[in-house]
């Protein structure tokens, strides 16, 4: 069975450019999450989508953060401009319906100079 | 509020040097607990749940057990491939992962 894929796997921009990046989670699993990790923390939530419904995107930065989720399987995660603090991994997880249990990607390392 | 302590931040053995990480956790109403193990540039991989005190679950080397306020993650003569970062998280019921900050294990031959 495949895993969970992102793309691209590093991304380097400058300041105030906009980035985007993706996710394909396990084939049948109708949540979706991204987390942001930071060096030397463990993930925390971005966003989590139940199919194409996001039902809980309260830690999403509005501002400059944007996702989707169209037709409930693979989803885009959006910052427009980025900012020097926006440098983390940002990882992308999958679970079953009625699982608690969450299998992550390789995730995004994302360097904003 | 949720929260997850994890102790200790980094932890050194040698090979066969058995040991015990700890995650503490304050949490209204536990829906179960989670280890991860990551390795550098890589994502969280999924090990083990625990949903109520006095559970165990094993695998290979690992040992994971929980309590009412903490969880261990007991190490028996660890490897070199056993050098990773050890998380652990909780869920309570948002159906996302609170995370603590992780256990770096170094397992030295």
């Known amino acids: 069975e495949a895993g969970v894929v992102q793309s691209p796997r590093y991304k380097i921009i400058e300041k105030k450019q906009p980035v985007a990046f993706w996710c394909n989670p396990i084939?049948?699993?109708?949540?979706l999450y991204w987390y942001l990790q930071n060096l030397g923390q463990g993930p925390e939530l971005l966003i989590r989508?139940?199919?194409?419904?996001?039902?809980?995107d309260s830690q999403l930065p509005k501002d400059r953060f944007s996702a989707e989720r169209l037709k409930g399987v693979d989803s885009t995660l959006k910052i427009q401009p980025a900012e020097l603090g926006d440098s983390a991994v940002y990882l992308c997880?999958?679970?079953?319906?009625?699982?608690?249990?969450?299998?992550f990607g390789p995730g995004t390392r994302l360097t904003v100079t | 509020e949720d929260q997850v302590t994890q102790s200790p931040e980094a932890l050194r053995l040698q090979e066969g040097e058995s040991s015990s990480l700890n995650c503490s956790y304050t949490?209204?109403?536990?829906?179960?607990l989670f280890w991860y193990r990551q390795d550098p540039g890589k994502g969280p991989e999924f090990l083990f749940t625990?949903?109520?005190a006095g559970e165990e679950k094993e695998k290979e080397r690992l040992k994971a057990t929980l309590t009412k306020k903490e969880s261990f993650l007991h190490i028996t003569a660890p490897k070199p491939e056993d050098s990773a970062t050890y998380l652990c998280?909780?869920?309570?019921?948002?159906?996302?992962?609170?995370f603590g900050s992780g256990t770096r294990l170094q397992v030295q031959p």
């Open positions: 989508y139940e199919n194409e419904e996001a039902v809980d």
């Open positions: 625990l949903y109520s």
């Open positions: 997880a999958s679970s079953p319906a009625g699982s608690y249990e969450q299998y």
């Open positions: 998280a909780i869920e309570t019921g948002r159906r996302a992962l609170t």
């Open positions: 949490v209204s109403g536990l829906r179960g």
């Open positions: 084939s049948g699993h109708n949540t």
